[in-house]
């Protein structure tokens, strides 16, 4: 055989050659499989674009991927029962108070099916949301003139600010229940925040409190390069 | 191997090179520990939004046959000892007008009592991972952000070492040069051909 002829420096070069040439086949085989089993799962994604909002803009925000289902996006767990459950909702507010469980469930309810858009990509379409609306929650505190934006306070420190624009609007609610079930322990039981005019990451899960502020006070992915606004439809995703 | 050549034509760096690979290689055996939980939660991280890095979320839906108990306490007794779950709830109360939710430690039955179908989820925490995703993300904070900082410092280190501790054509000047540029090329070009922050 002719590389029986070669000395032992070629013939190792020639074996690292094979060894690179069958690893990137394998990589763009690989990649092509993967590529063509994403194009043809997408079917909710390719119905979505052609869906458009009744204010002209495109249901789907532009680089969104829809899903069937919400995805649980980590977090420090709070607690999900609802005997030590508390929401504070306080700040500039003339009258703060706090509600346990069932002062949640006495407050007017609203049920809202809502577009929700993670910053990673994934977006829930009408997905059936049941709670009570941030801004009759204001209401009854009394909001100050001055307040300008509302900080969501959740378990162990997380906080995410939103302004007072999207939190005030019909469809930001605090969430108990999601598509005729309890909220489920990875999407912030017993209650979370849901703005879906934002990134998801705003919709504080595990909620303990609602801060009425005059000057911002950006939150935890705030600080650590996130967009501090957020809006899906003008991809402010990063700072 | 020692160097054949007189001591006087040594360069300094000939002189160094003994005593960069032996902090290379203490540096690099101090740092394998940390490199490992980095890379491993950096890679789950990376991928946050197709799983969850640190909990193995779960769903399950169960069957009740009916009648059930009318007193929630005592549908609870019975969803645990039909399901065979041999822990205590933490809580147990209506979520709604014909569901009772029991909460246990890592996951909850919600049962709707007129039908008797039982929904379950819990999360459950990944060994090992959690542990490095708490690291890697500084969420333990407090000396922490010490060690971290100090392993960045190793890192930066073991990076400057590398650099010079072959001599010759493997070396810097030789294929390691063209090593290092196409590693630094990658950022570089991704920054420019994305259009960068």
Not at chain 1, 207 to 235: M, Q, S
Not at chain 2, 158 to 183: N, S
């Amino acid at each position: 055989m002719a590389t029986s002829k070669l000395s032992p420096e070629v013939q190792s070069s020639l074996t690292r050659r094979s060894f690179i040439s069958r690893a990137a086949s394998g990589t763009v085989i690989a990649a092509m499989g993967g590529g063509m089993c994403y194009a043809l799962s997408d079917r909710l994604t390719r119905e979505a674009r052609a869906m458009a909002l009744d204010d002209g803009r495109p249901r789907l925000p532009p680089g969104q991927r829809a899903l069937e289902a919400l995805r649980p996006m980590g977090g420090t767990p709070g607690s999900p029962g609802i005997t030590d459950f508390r929401l504070k909702i306080h700040g500039e507010v003339e009258r703060p108070f706090e509600l346990d469980w069932a002062g949640l469930l006495a407050q007017p309810q609203a049920e809202l099916e809502l577009d929700v858009h993670c910053v990673t990509g994934w977006s829930l379409l009408g997905a059936a949301w049941r709670g009570v609306r941030i801004k009759d929650l204001a209401a009854a505190a009394g909001l100050k003139p001055g307040a300008r934006h509302i900080v969501f306070e959740a378990a162990h420190g997380y906080t995410a600010n939103v302004p007072l624009r999207e939190g005030l609007d019909p469809h930001a609610i605090v969430a108990h229940r999601l598509d005729g079930k309890p909220l489920a322990r990875p999407h912030g039981a017993p209650a979370r925040a849901v703005v879906p005019s934002l990134y998801f990451w705003k919709s504080a899960k595990w909620l303990i409190g609602i801060k009425f502020v005059a000057r911002d006070e950006p939150g935890y992915w705030e600080t650590r390069g996130y967009h501090n606004h957020a809006d899906p439809w003008l991809e402010e995703r990063y700072a | 191997m020692p160097d054949p050549r007189p001591t006087h034509r040594r360069t300094l760096m000939t002189r160094l090179r003994p005593w960069l690979r032996a902090l290379h290689r203490d540096l690099g055996y101090l740092a394998v520990g940390l490199t490992v939980v980095y890379a491993l939660s950096g890679i789950a991280v990376n991928h946050i939004a197709d799983w969850d890095p640190n909990f193995d979320n779960f769903e399950a839906r169960h069957q009740l046959a009916l009648p059930l108990p009318a007193d929630d306490q005592a549908l609870a007794d019975h969803l645990l000892r039909e399901l065979a779950v041999a822990d205590t709830p933490t809580e147990v109360y209506r979520s709604d007008t014909n569901e009772v939710s029991i909460l246990l430690e890592n996951r909850s039955f919600h049962v709707d009592t007129q039908t008797g179908a039982v929904l379950e989820d819990g999360q459950r925490p990944r060994f090992l991972l959690r542990v490095a995703n708490w690291l890697h993300l500084n969420r333990g904070k407090k000396a922490w952000t010490y060690v971290a900082d100090g392993y960045a410092g190793f890192l930066l280190i073991l990076a400057a070492t590398g650099l010079v501790m072959l001599p010759g054509r493997k070396g810097l000047i030789g294929r390691g040069g063209v090593m290092v540029a196409l590693g630094v090329a990658v950022p570089v070009l991704y920054v420019t051909l994305s259009g960068g922050p």
